[in-house]
């Protein structure tokens, strides 16, 4: 990071999205086990008002410790949300994304739930994964620039995006 600054005069930035499944125990007289909140599928809406106090919880313990959360949303298979925190340092981005995690179960737990980071908890499901984008800002006098973004470029990319794609 410090030496994308001083040789390149580039920040680096890191946005985080954290998937994960959020399960709740089955009842005895069907095998007992653990099963997903909802069988809702992408994005759907009901998922999160069925979840709401959850994600309030959710939302509560994040904010006591300074941590902001750009958006909660469904994801792919029943039971499936994503937490996305906003773009920042390296640094203050897996600080922010360990204290989530623990947030996360807390908050599951508080609910008499559990939240599971598996890549793949039944077969049946959609994968769960940790996306990281990186982001890179040149200094600009009275804000920063994204330095990926060239809207003169046919394809949008600045020569410091078709450098770091072309390696």
């Known amino acids: 990071v410090e030496m994308m600054r001083t040789r390149c005069g580039l920040e680096v930035t890191v946005g985080v999205e954290l998937e994960f499944h959020l399960l709740r125990e089955k ?20 998922a999160l008002d069925e979840q709401a106090e959850f994600i309030a919880t959710l939302l509560d313990y994040l904010s006591a410790q300074d941590i902001p959360a750009e958006l909660v949303h469904g994801e792919s298979s029943g039971g499936q949300f994503e937490l996305v925190l906003p773009y920042t340092d390296p640094l203050t981005a897996a600080d922010r994304l360990v204290a989530a995690r623990a947030s996360l179960f807390a908050a599951a737990r508080f609910h008499d739930l559990r939240a599971t980071l598996v890549p793949k908890f039944a077969a ?10 990186l982001g890179l800002r040149s200094p600009a006098p009275s804000a920063a620039r994204n330095a990926l973004a060239d809207p003169a470029h046919p394809a949008g990319l600045s020569r410091t995006a078709r450098g770091l794609v072309a390696g």
């Open 27 to 46: 009842d005895a007289k069907d095998g007992g086990g653990r099963e997903a909140v909802d069988g809702y599928n992408w994005a759907h809406s009901r």
């Open 124 to 133: 049946a499901s959609a994968g769960s994964g940790l996306h990281l984008h």
